[in-house]
């Protein structure tokens, strides 16, 4: 059976927030910083957080 990619979300800012996205069936909502990385990874859903190519860290 073949694994699921988790989803890719491109980004402008290094902080971002996620609700998992399913509305009452998605996880509580989480606030992440990426820090000096260029992405970060939901711990509830594994959503990937990338900052978009050309966006100033802030």
Known sequence: ???EVPEIIECDQTHV???GG???L??????????????VECP????????REGAQAH
């Open 1 to 3: 059976m073949p694994i």
């Open 17 to 19: 927030s996620c609700d």
């Open 22 to 24: 399913g509305g009452v």
């Open 26 to 39: 998605g996880h509580p909502k989480v606030y992440l910083e990426m820090g000096d990385q260029t992405y």
């Open 44 to 51: 509830y859903c594994d959503r990937r957080f990338v900052l």
